[in-house]
């Protein structure tokens, strides 16, 4: 009995710490609102010191292959004061198509400038919120991939994944996920190679 009892509280105090580990680590917890504000807007006027990155240099780091999808498409952003891309990504169905299969899209925006500062200020907030709702047809919460602070929302009418998030102090990313299941989103965040965009 007594060493049941030390089993199962010692599971049970492992879980503990590996929620711990998953759950954000975000400013937002136990930070007044004052203090939110003045974190944004420091990053905000950090962001604006910076030079910008060329399009080509955001569309030759995006890779042509993720998890076996292939990409189909990359937009260059290139609005007045802001530059970012978007590309989109597919692995047909063999037997039903491309309606049945996986896709994702990437948003990246490079928060440079006054522009590009103020484009990636709902990215900036993720860092520091701190949140967990759900609904009947999915959830949206804050989360942390390795030492980034990632809001995810699923929507299970269309099963699909979001991730947005602000990435090395400049860059908002945004990733959209159909036909994958949860634990599949980390690989993905990974394997797109983050940290190699340059500053």
Known sequence: MVSMSLMAYSQETKQNDDNAKKSSKSFGKGASVVEKIRALNKEKNALKTLNPLTIKELQDWLPDNIKGM?????TALTQSGITGVNAKYL????????????NLSILIIDGHGERGAAAVG???SVTYDNINTEKSNGYTKTVMYEDTAV???????????????FYNNRFGVEIKLKGFKQNELWEVFKEFNLQSLTN
């Not at 929302?153 to 994944?161: G, I």
């Open 91 to 102: 692995e047909e169905h063999p037997e039903y198509g491309k309606d049945y299969g996986k």
């Open 151 to 165: 809001k995810e929302e699923f929507n299970s009418n269309n099963n699909t994944y979001t991730l947005s998030f």
């Open 70 to 74: 292939h990409k189909t498409e990359s």
């Open 122 to 124: 709902p990215y900036v």
